[in-house]
């Protein structure tokens, strides 16, 4: 079964950082790109980070670039999202999810049951 | 950034009945290869999404034959030709033509 979960939510402080992480499995990871998508119930799905099957290539939306930055261990068949400067508008639920095509502009599919991240003093 | 905006944001719907969801792109969504990069995906309640159509009209393995997907350039179409229980979600369209890559504000489907 193809499956991915993400891990590493919590609550954080404004300014913080935290390195969520994403499991693998039932697929050839390294032969895939992954996401990161996040949602929040007041703007819904936000695609935030794309990265390709070797990992020398990433790419993200303005707000959260240079912020953010995703990195993969395909020896471990794991996705990182390491997020720092983090501000409340990043509170959401963090979805990783396999590209649907080399460039994931096809979109993405399966997703992981997300992990909530809370930023708040 | 490329803005989608979904119509209705609620859709209340008799089972058995058929349902159709709007997507309208603030630019045109021909990509320079030809493909139109138009995606819609499912929410049902207390699950993650899931993928339904990729490039406007093809269905994902497993997705029942009731679900279609049309549209052009800016102006997209999602239907589900009779409406079953199991339906009931948000449903979003998303673009993959533009950077960066955006999400319609979702469609809520209900049952009557």
């Known amino acids: 079964e193809v499956k991915v979960v993400e891990s590493g939510g919590g609550l954080v402080q404004p300014g913080g950082s935290l390195r969520l992480s994403c499991a693998a499995s039932g697929f050839t990871f390294s032969n895939y790109p992954m996401t990161w998508v996040r949602q929040t119930p007041g703007t819904g799905l936000e695609w935030i980070s794309s990265?390709?099957?070797?990992?020398?290539?990433?790419y993200y939306p303005d707000s959260v670039r240079g912020r953010f930055t995703t990195s993969r261990d395909n020896s471990r068949n794991a996705l990182f999202l390491q997020m720092s400067g983090l501000r409340a508008e990043d509170t959401a639920v963090y979805y990783c999810?396999?590209?649907?095509?080399?460039?994931?502009?096809?979109?993405?599919?399966?997703w992981g049951p997300g992990t909530l991240v809370t930023v708040s003093s | 950034d490329v803005v989608l905006t979904q119509s209705p944001l609620s859709l209340p719907v008799t089972l058995g009945q058929p349902a159709s969801i709007s997507c309208r792109s603030s630019q045109s969504l021909v990509f320079s290869d030809g493909n139109t990069y138009l995606n819609w995906f499912q929410q049902r309640p207390g699950q993650s999404p899931r993928r339904l159509i990729y490039?406007?009209?093809n269905r994902d393995s497993g997705v029942p034959d009731r679900f279609s997907g049309s549209g052009s350039g800016t102006d997209f179409t999602l239907k589900i030709s009779r409406v079953e229980a199991e339906d009931v979600g948000i449903y979003y369209c998303?673009?993959?033509?533009?950077?960066?890559?955006?999400f319609g504000q979702g469609t809520k489907v209900e049952i009557k």
């Open positions: 999810a396999i590209c649907m095509s080399v460039t994931c502009r096809a979109g993405f599919g399966p």
């Open positions: 990265i390709d099957n070797t990992g020398g290539y990433s």
């Open positions: 998303m673009q993959g033509t533009h950077w960066a890559w955006t």
């Open positions: 490039k406007v009209s």
